[in-house]
């Protein structure tokens, strides 16, 4: 695979996915992908095809939901010369692109429910009729899909078809989230870390600050391993040093005082202080419910955003106390308080 076609992950829930598409590669049935975005399901449908017998044939990728309704049966089985407004020669579709081979079927629960009776009688019986022609073409595809939705609550519903998911669902996949992946976090930023670096042709590899690490441990990652990926490689290349480990990550690239506000629900305005300190808006760092201590919820936060403003101002203590409203001495008895000693 390509550089960025690797598996990267050492946790269990992760490598059990990873091994049960290794052991369903080799069969001729259709397998279903399930994952959050960004958990790798291209990934998955990747190694089912290279890990098949059907390696050496096309692997053709269609995503569900890039393409107009009226457009996706066209693209999926192709059309004759003057079948509608617009189609001036024949073109044959997915399904003959992927004979002999594996087709994927991105954002599978985007599919109008005529384009998934199409399907069906594609999957059931291998044949499969351009727009405009009364002759069937058989195929030999082997069909890999992939959603973020609940697709047999949709089928309950009467969203989606119950005898094609049926037909689709000889093994399904689904990919554990990365907050659920207990030390992927740490070898995943590494691993994307060093290979910034090296595009960056930085001579060495400084590794991430203690308390930056901590923070992407903690982050929930809605994006998982695509978010961690764009947080890792902007952390980098918006650092000078690399003789310093990384101080100061951004998890929200968008956050900013001067961000247009929502016309429909539009936001206080910031306060000044906020919009010239260190910018990390107000969180508890505990359940409110469960604190039992109040002095050490306190001092916890103010811990976190201590060391958010140090790497932000990469670790100039000044510059750190100017932008919180501190005086240089108040700044020091933080850091000598909270054992920050990382700017010594």
């Not at 992950?9 to 001729?28: C, I, K, N, T």
């Given at each position: 695979?390509?550089?960025?076609?690797?598996?990267?992950?050492?946790?269990?829930?992760?490598?059990?996915?990873?091994?049960?598409?290794?052991?369903?590669?080799?069969?001729?049935?259709p397998?279903?992908?399930?994952?959050?975005?960004?958990?790798?399901?291209?990934?998955?449908?990747?190694?089912?095809?290279?890990?098949?017998?059907?390696?050496?044939?096309?692997?053709?990728?269609?995503?569900?939901?890039?393409?107009?309704?009226?457009?996706?049966?066209?693209?999926?089985?192709?059309?004759?010369?003057?079948?509608?407004?617009?189609a001036?020669?024949?073109?044959?579709?997915?399904?003959?692109?992927?004979?002999?081979?594996?087709?994927?079927?991105?954002?599978?629960?985007?599919?109008?429910?005529?384009?998934?009776?199409?399907?069906?009688?594609?999957?059931?019986?291998?044949?499969?009729?351009?727009?405009?022609?009364?002759?069937?073409v058989?195929?030999d595809?082997?069909?890999?899909?992939?959603t973020?939705?609940?697709?047999?609550?949709?089928?309950?519903?009467?969203?989606?078809?119950?005898?094609?998911?049926?037909?689709?669902?000889?093994?399904?996949?689904?990919?554990?989230?990365?907050?659920?992946?207990?030390?992927?976090?740490?070898?995943?930023?590494?691993?994307?870390?060093?290979?910034?670096?090296?595009?960056?042709?930085?001579?060495?590899?400084?590794?991430?600050?203690?308390?930056?690490?901590?923070?992407?441990?903690?982050?929930?990652?809605?994006?998982?391993?695509?978010?961690?990926?764009?947080?890792?490689?902007?952390a980098?290349?918006?650092w000078?040093?690399?003789?310093?480990?990384?101080?100061?990550?951004?998890?929200?690239?968008?956050?900013?005082?001067?961000?247009?506000?929502?016309?429909?629900?539009?936001?206080?305005?910031?306060?000044?202080?906020?919009?010239?300190?260190?910018?990390?808006?107000?969180?508890?760092?505990?359940?409110?419910?469960h604190?039992?201590?109040?002095?050490?919820?306190?001092?916890?936060?103010?811990?976190?955003?201590?060391?958010h403003?140090?790497?932000?101002?990469?670790?100039?203590?000044?510059?750190?106390a100017?932008a919180?409203?501190?005086?240089?001495?108040?700044?020091?008895?933080?850091?000598?308080?909270h054992?920050?000693?990382?700017?010594?």
């Open positions: 695979m390509e550089r960025d076609n690797q598996f990267i992950g050492q946790s269990g829930a992760f490598l059990d996915a990873v091994e049960r598409a290794s052991r369903a590669a080799p069969m001729r049935r397998v279903l992908v399930i994952g959050e975005r960004g958990t790798g399901k291209e990934l998955i449908a990747e190694r089912l095809h290279r890990l098949s017998t059907r390696w050496d044939e096309p692997l053709v990728t269609m995503n569900c939901a890039a393409l107009p309704e009226t457009l996706i049966e066209a693209e999926l089985f192709g059309h004759e010369a003057g079948a509608f407004t617009g001036t020669r024949q073109r044959i579709g997915r399904f003959e692109e992927a004979d002999k081979g594996t087709l994927f079927l991105d954002e599978l629960g985007t599919l109008s429910m005529g384009a998934q009776e199409r399907l069906l009688r594609a999957v059931e019986y291998g044949e499969v009729t351009r727009i405009g022609s009364s002759r069937p058989r195929v595809v082997r069909i890999v899909a992939a973020n939705e609940d697709l047999p609550a949709k089928a309950e519903r009467g969203e989606f078809r119950a005898d094609l998911l049926d037909r689709l669902s000889f093994e399904v996949i689904t990919l554990p989230p990365l907050r659920v992946r207990e030390g992927d976090i740490e070898v995943l930023a590494d691993y994307f870390g060093r290979r910034m670096a090296a595009e960056l042709g930085w001579e060495g590899w400084p590794g991430f600050a203690g308390h930056v690490t901590e923070q992407m441990v903690r982050h929930d990652w809605p994006g998982n391993v695509r978010e961690l990926r764009n947080v890792v490689e902007r980098i290349y918006r000078d040093d690399w003789h310093e480990p990384i101080g100061h990550v951004v998890f929200d690239p968008f956050d900013s005082p001067w961000k247009p506000v929502d016309s429909v629900k539009r936001a206080p305005q910031p306060s000044p202080a906020a919009a010239g300190g260190a910018g990390v808006p107000f969180q508890p760092v505990a359940d409110l419910e604190i039992d201590d109040l002095r050490a919820a306190v001092d916890e936060h103010e811990k976190a955003i201590v060391e403003a140090l790497g932000k101002h990469r670790w100039n203590q000044r510059q750190t100017r919180l409203g501190l005086s240089y001495d108040q700044l020091r008895h933080c850091i000598k308080k054992g920050l000693m990382q700017e010594e």
